[in-house]
């Protein structure tokens, strides 16, 4: 009897000792005094414009008649014009012409339009560019997955997962993937681990305009498993060995 009790407060061990291996996978950025400690030295650059951006341009002077050959809108609207970003990275700008924007930040295309404004005020006016189809898309394990526009143009991995509901229960924290269109238009597939804290030092943290995320399903969901179920089967489990371990300790006494 006293083997069977030993056995059955093994088990019960075994379970708890399983129970914190679990847990250790699922909150997020732990680890925290290692990235205190380390001297961050991520250097925070603006997006860049990349093929099939669509931007909106406007230019202002202390008189707008002199503007306003820079400023066209949508036949029928006041929507102001949109230019759609070429293959090469060019866009086909009044007046100015074809001009080169692929791979410049939006303070480097301003300063760009700028300098060829000169020819034509006198003043140095005023360039606002605005990436209007910044979106980012996120996928897989989560509550709210879909497809979200970032008005501000300015999004990292943490603030993505959260405008989706953050992710399921099926989810895996350590295996999050980032899908992202480089300049060259090849595609780049980065795995993020949430659960460690450096991850926010990555280069990738911070989001750029048509990132994908596809949070990877864990083992029990692949297997079409009912994850409530399970989770109280396993804790029925546990209270019974409890039960009879204390039984078995009260009668061996």
């Not at 929507?79 to 090469?88: I, K, M």
């Not at 993505?160 to 999050?176: E, Q, S």
């Not at 659960?195 to 399903?217: C, G, H, M, R």
Request: aromatic content about 6%; glycine content about 6%; some cysteine.
């Amino acid at each position: 009897m006293k083997k069977m009790a030993g056995l059955i407060l093994g088990l019960l061990l075994a379970f708890l000792l399983v129970s914190c291996q679990a847990y250790k996978k699922v909150p997020y950025l732990q680890d925290t005094a290692f990235v205190n400690d380390t001297k961050q030295s991520v250097r925070q650059t603006g997006v860049k414009v990349m093929p099939k951006d669509l931007l909106t341009i406007a230019v202002s002077c202390s008189t707008p008649e002199l503007a306003a050959p820079f400023n066209l809108v949508n036949s029928g609207t006041d929507a102001p014009q949109q230019y759609l970003v070429d293959n090469q990275g060019n866009i086909n700008f009044p007046v100015l012409g074809e001009i080169h924007v692929g791979g410049l930040t939006k303070l480097e295309i301003e300063n760009r339009i700028i300098d060829k404004l000169k020819v034509y005020l006198k003043e140095v006016p005023l360039v606002t560019v605005r990436i209007v189809n910044y979106r980012i898309s996120v996928l897989g394990e989560v509550n709210k997955p879909g497809s979200f526009v970032v008005s501000n143009e300015k999004i990292n991995l943490l603030e993505a997962l959260a405008m989706a509901g953050d992710l399921t229960i099926y989810g895996m924290r350590d295996n999050v993937k980032l899908i992202r269109t480089k300049q060259d238009n090849k595609q780049e597939i980065i795995t993020m681990d949430l659960n460690k804290a450096e991850t926010v030092l990555s280069p990738y943290y911070q989001l750029q305009q048509n990132d994908i995320i596809y949070v990877t399903p864990n083992k029990t969901k692949a297997k079409n498993s009912d994850v409530g179920t399970s989770t109280g089967l396993w804790f029925s489990g546990v209270s019974i060995l409890v039960s009879i371990a204390n039984l078995l300790i009260t009668i061996l006494r």
